[in-house]
């Protein structure tokens, strides 16, 4: 009967869960008699890996076995099948209390003890006995060599069912007489020959579960008296699956959506406010798997990079799938100074008033900063006061080396292009072939990706030894044209020195020169398509499709023809996983990819936005941010990552800065590292009201796509209430939803609360968003669109260059992409120093390259770089290491 149920329970659980698989892993040493009973476990639909360890194996040898299985997310069950010597308590506590079927951990006979039976399982041996008895409520029990942990369980279910229980071993004094006296005798261990059966009182019960009887191979009773012993057998193992279908009940609740249990982190600002260094290293962290528990992220879904940042797994998304997704709130801004307005300590502190100030679940999705601004002149992108990321420090730098994958990839592939032009050119067809497939061990063979390869031509052969001469000349020659190559090694540093150079000038390349350049890091298409992949399957397929140069005759040349893919996927396996971090307050932040939004598409991953969106449920809010103006970093974000994720967005929060809007209402220039001339310090509601055209125009910008608007003022210490309140009240007549001072830099997220109140308001308005243009219009079309919509340009000038690389990818099939224009940030137009709403202007495009892999044009826009410089003074000369302390110094 109770096989019979857990069989049809477990088919109930695999008819709500296809893919569920219930595995059951018993450790046993020297192949105990158990082995046999497996099929009893398959039978009911079980998957039983038994781990045979040799006879003699150590108590610690069993333990690193069971931590193995413990952290094996595809067992579910863990058991233990030992001789009595081997059992112990570290051995039963190393079983993760969720995996222990037996029963018989700590953490599990607590609970039974204190009567929570609905957090416990029994222990099968126990359950078995207590099936096999009737009413016992008022009844003698006595257990006779019942040790450790079955003993104590057993003790407590039997009083709590009513029995008067005693306990003693084989050898103690007292138990001829205590045999005479009990009603019930349940022997835990095996009964020496030398206690007669005449001890036991007449008519008394006796139940016998030894260890060894669990194979029925052994009935110790029959000898003395048959008709009176009762053994658990079957019974017990029965109660086992019992047990297991009880765990997979957990397992799969414990795998669904639930709310965040999260203790937030308290704030306590000072005034004035010290620097964001300070302000980190003065907050104590939750360690990061608390952090990720308390978001209700798995153990085994979650890769730990120290005390403070975790990489998350992918699987998490397959876990969730049917969960609903939370709203999308994207953090937009004006055309900001050199500065920079804030947006990310916008996002932050948004996140921050939702979680902590409003107990609403919500995530922060913000880009990894490069090293370029960091040591540059920008410093870095951890948000700022009261509202960061922490540590900061850990932020700011390397965090988990993700940039540095990408640098690896994009150099390797880069290595690849000029080492194959040279092979090409010093070999011959025959020659390469030998090389391209040698011979190892006697046998020639295709790799995969050679094998893709000779697909792609239309050879459809496996052997290496049946190919014609014009089939191998095919195979082994690419034929680039080094004068078409694009793919530009990188460094992620402001290097200007590298924005051109020669390359081959070593007696060893045999004199072929060539000009190119390096771009800084996160301008690599790498980074792009890390920050558009849906998945390691895409990832893979998108770094196959990376278009390096034209052959000679003009057809694309890839990645994947190069025959790199698969190594540039290894090298990239641990960096497509978000890492976790958390905001001043203790709630999640997601920091992933890096690109950036003047060069690349400025946004981060698309990944961790997909991940965070089922973490916070249908009710929560994650925030992801766009780079720069939102005529740069939103524009991109709507027609490149929301085609790229499917994603919809709910809300847009339109950074502004009283600073910002003086600058564009004709005030001096702002310039990094110099003191703020006194426009810029003290009240002027007229530069304020002049400079409002620009925030009008990107609030335009906004309305176009079809999403509410919410403006977000970043109050500093120098702004007058009465300029504040003129940049509200002129936000909310020219369209924006709402429009409200945010004070969260001074105050965390209590500062940024009325915020928090509006953007949940406007997240329940009516969206109708919509894309900017067709993706099936011409490309000079659609760089036309977003130069007349978005920029206010009069029209496009395409350069020579431009119009013929145009020519050429339209005629490669790639003209039906997203445009991902590379554009000044600090200004609408292409002219860096035209403020406010250039008009009348012709926006000049240079030069037309293709991201084919992260799937969108990049059209050059003016005298735009790909590699930014050092200013005079860079960040770095602030910046040191205490070598006592270790601690570092002056990053900001």
């Known amino acids: 009967r109770v096989t019979e149920n857990a069989k049809?329970?477990?088919?109930?659980?695999?008819?709500?869960?296809?893919?569920?698989?219930?595995?059951?892993?018993?450790?046993?040493?020297?192949?105990?008699?158990?082995?046999?009973?497996?099929?009893?476990?398959?039978?009911?639909?079980?998957?039983?890996?038994?781990?045979?360890?040799?006879?003699?194996?150590?108590?610690?040898?069993?333990?690193?076995?069971?931590?193995?299985?413990?952290?094996d997310p595809n067992v579910q069950g863990l058991a233990l099948d030992l001789p009595e010597s081997l059992y112990s308590s570290k051995v039963l506590n190393a079983v993760k209390p969720e995996k222990d079927v037996d029963g018989l951990s700590n953490v599990n006979l607590g609970c039974l003890v204190h009567g929570d039976v609905n957090d416990c399982l029994v222990p099968p041996t126990v359950c078995a006995v207590m099936e096999l008895l009737e009413d016992i409520g008022g009844k003698t029990v006595l257990l006779v060599g019942a040790r450790g942990a079955q003993g104590a369980a057993l003790q407590s279910v039997l009083q709590r069912h009513g029995a008067a229980v005693l306990s003693c071993h084989w050898r103690a004094p007292q138990l001829q007489s205590e045999l005479r006296h009990a009603d019930l005798v349940v022997f835990g261990s095996t009964k020496p020959d030398d206690v007669p059966v005449s001890w036991i009182k007449p008519g008394a019960t006796i139940i016998s579960c030894a260890h060894d009887l669990l194979s029925e191979k052994c009935n110790y009773g029959q000898q003395n008296n048959p008709a009176a012993e009762k053994t658990v057998g079957s019974l017990a193992v029965a109660m086992r699956m019992q047990n297991m279908v009880k765990n997979m009940e957990r397992w799969i609740q414990s795998q669904q959506y639930r709310k965040w249990d999260l203790h937030c982190l308290k704030l306590q600002p000072l005034s004035p406010v010290p620097s964001d260094i300070e302000i980190s290293r003065a907050q104590s962290p939750k360690a990061v798997d608390v952090l990720a528990k308390e978001i209700g992220l798995l153990t085994d879904e979650i890769e730990i990079y120290g005390q403070t940042k975790a990489k998350v797994r992918l699987s998490l998304l397959e876990r969730l799938k049917d969960q609903p997704d939370g709203k999308y709130v994207l953090v937009a801004g004006i055309t900001p100074t050199p500065l920079g307005e804030g947006k990310s300590t916008v996002t932050v502190g948004l996140v921050q008033a939702l979680t902590a100030h409003l107990n609403i679940n919500s995530f922060a999705c913000l880009r990894q900063p490069s090293q370029g601004p960091t040591f540059g002149v920008k410093g870095g992108a951890a948000g700022g006061g009261y509202a960061q990321v922490i540590p900061m420090e850990e932020f700011n730098l390397h965090l988990t080396g993700d940039i540095h994958a990408i640098t690896a990839a994009n150099n390797l592939l880069a290595a690849a292009i000029d080492a194959r032009i040279l092979h090409e050119n010093t070999q011959s067809d025959k020659s390469l072939y030998n090389r391209l497939v040698p011979v190892v061990n006697g046998v020639r063979g295709f790799s995969a990706i050679q094998l893709a390869r000779l697909r792609r031509l239309g050879i459809n052969k496996t052997d290496p030894e049946t190919l014609t001469e014009e089939e191998i000349s095919k195979f082994v020659r690419l034929d680039i044209d080094p004068s078409t190559i694009t793919w530009q090694r990188v460094v992620d540093t402001n290097d200007r020195f590298l924005r051109r150079i020669t390359v081959g000038q070593a007696n060893t390349e045999k004199g072929f020169v060539r000009q190119a350049q390096f771009d800084i890091a996160v301008a690599s298409e790498i980074m792009a398509i890390l920050a558009l992949t849906t998945s390691l399957q895409d990832m893979k397929e998108r770094l196959g499709k990376m278009v390096v140069a034209n052959d000679k005759k003009g057809e694309p040349v890839t990645a994947e023809d190069l025959g790199i893919t698969g190594a540039l996927a290894v090298l990239m396996k641990d960096a497509i996983k978000p890492t976790l971090m958390q905001t001043l307050e203790g709630t999640p932040v997601f920091v992933h990819a890096g690109p950036f939004a003047n060069i690349a598409h400025g946004n981060s991953s698309v990944l961790a936005d997909k991940i965070a969106l089922k973490l916070v449920g249908e009710k929560g809010f994650v925030v992801t941010e766009a780079g720069f103006g939102a005529d740069i970093g939103m524009e991109k974000f709507f027609n490149i990552k929301c085609r790229a994720s499917g994603l919809v967005p709910s809300v847009v929060v339109l950074v502004a800065t009283v600073r910002a809007l003086k600058m564009h209402g004709g005030g001096p220039n702002v310039t990094a590292g110099a003191p703020l001339k006194k426009e810029y310090t003290e009240e002027n509601l007229q530069l304020v009201a002049d400079g409002c055209c620009n925030l009008q125009k990107q609030i335009q910008i906004t309305q176009l796509f079809g999403v509410p608007v919410v403006v977000a003022v970043n109050v500093f210490r120098t702004d007058s209430p009465a300029e504040v309140d003129l940049v509200c009240k002129i936000a909310k007549e020219s369209g924006a939803f709402d429009a409200v001072p945010c004070n969260h830099w001074s105050d965390g997220g209590r500062g940024a609360v009325k915020l928090a109140q509006a953007v949940e308001k406007a997240a329940n308005q009516k969206n109708s968003f919509k894309y900017l243009y067709s993706l099936e219009l011409p490309i000079v079309e659609k760089i036309r669109t977003i130069a007349q919509k978005v920029y206010g340009a009069q029209d496009i000038e395409l350069s020579?260059?431009?119009q013929s690389q145009v020519d050429r990818y339209t005629r490669q099939g790639f003209g039906n992409l997203p445009i991902c224009m590379a554009k000044t940030h600090l200004s609408l137009s292409h002219q860096p120093e035209r403020k406010g709403v250039p008009t009348g202007f012709i926006l000049p495009i240079s030069d037309v390259r293709a991201s084919i892999g992260a799937g969108f044009i990049y059209p050059l826009v003016g005298t735009m770089s790909t590699m930014p410089g050092l200013p005079t003074r860079p960040c770095f000369y602030d910046i040191d290491l205490d070598p006592i302390t270790e601690q570092v110094k002056g990053l900001f």
């Open 8 to 71: 049809n329970s477990l088919a109930s659980l695999k008819r709500e869960n296809p893919r569920l698989e219930p595995t059951l892993a018993i450790i046993q040493v020297n192949y105990l008699p158990l082995v046999i009973l497996s099929l009893s476990f398959e039978q009911v639909g079980l998957r039983v890996i038994h781990i045979c360890l040799p006879e003699g194996s150590t108590k610690d040898e069993i333990i690193s076995e069971i931590l193995r299985l413990n952290e």
């Open 800 to 802: 020579p260059t431009a």
